[in-house]
T-cell receptor, first 116, second 114 residues
Framework: GAGVSQSPRYKVAKRGQDVALRCDPISGHVSLFWYQQALGQGPEFLTYFQNEAQLDKSGLPSDRFFAERPEGSVSTLKIQRTQQEDSAVYLC??????????????FGPGTRLTVL | AQSVTQLGSHVSVSEGALVLLRCNYSSSVPPYLFWYVQYPNQGLQLLLKYTSAATLVKGINGFEAEFKKSETSFHLTKPSAHMSDAAEYFCAVSEAGTASKLTFGTGTRLQVTL
């Protein structure tokens, strides 16, 4: 596809359930980022991959959050034992170096997670 | 550490009027600066970015922004607002150079009235 895609677009989970959110980056993009956007706020960084390597996971709010990108393409963000405070939109972005030597992050439409 | 402050969570302008959305940043290293727009139930779309070349950056849909190091600002402007400009606008900063996480402001909702 031409852009970053995410699935599902909407997810409703009961408190305590595990969820898995998928991100398909733009083909050939080496870098992949996950962000969390709470209602009325700006996105906040969760984690970053370069190919299959998770280089930064400093933004993950707890050990219930886990992300992977095993083959350096598709990524999955998993949240175990969901809590109400996990309700947010989860955004994925991929990036590549442009001809000016800088990276631009292209965002997917997001997954809106609601925990009841 | 980096941070972004967007003054004004809501801005309302008349169609045809000047749009000015304010962004101030803090960064201990040379920054890259970005403006993204978000329409309801959609992801973020890049409007423009500053990457240490020209300080006046032109973006899509007639928007532009000027990097002012002395004022640590990167305000977004558009000479004449259109109804289709109504959306949420986010300013973001990252470290210059390699792929780096974005630090966003809290956003400014732009309303355009007839």
């Amino acid at each position: 596809g031409a852009g970053v895609s995410q699935s599902p677009r909407y997810k409703v989970a009961k408190r305590g359930q595990d969820v898995a959110l998928r991100c398909d980056p733009i083909s050939g993009h080496v870098s992949l980022f996950w962000y969390q956007q709470a209602l009325g706020q700006g996105p906040e960084f969760l984690t970053y991959f370069q190919n299959e390597a998770q280089l930064d996971k400093s933004g993950l709010p707890s050990d219930r959050f886990f992300a992977e990108r095993p083959e350096g393409s598709v990524s999955t963000l998993k949240i175990q034992r969901t809590q109400q405070e996990d309700s947010a939109v989860y955004l994925c972005a991929s990036s590549a170096r442009d001809n000016l030597g800088s990276d631009t992050q292209y965002f997917g439409p997001g997954t809106r997670l609601t925990v009841l | 550490a980096q941070s972004v402050t967007q003054l004004g969570s809501h801005v309302s302008v008349s169609e045809g009027a000047l749009v000015l959305l304010r962004c101030n940043y803090s960064s201990s290293v040379p920054p890259y600066l970005f403006w993204y727009v978000q329409y309801p139930n959609q992801g973020l779309q890049l409007l423009l970015k500053y990457t240490s070349a020209a300080t006046l950056v032109k973006g899509i849909n007639g928007f532009e922004a000027e990097f002012k190091k002395s004022e640590t600002s990167f305000h977004l402007t558009k000479p004449s607002a259109h109804m289709s400009d109504a959306a949420e606008y986010f300013c973001a900063v990252s470290e210059a150079g390699t792929a780096s996480k974005l630090t966003f402001g809290t956003g400014t909702r732009l309303q355009v009235t007839l």
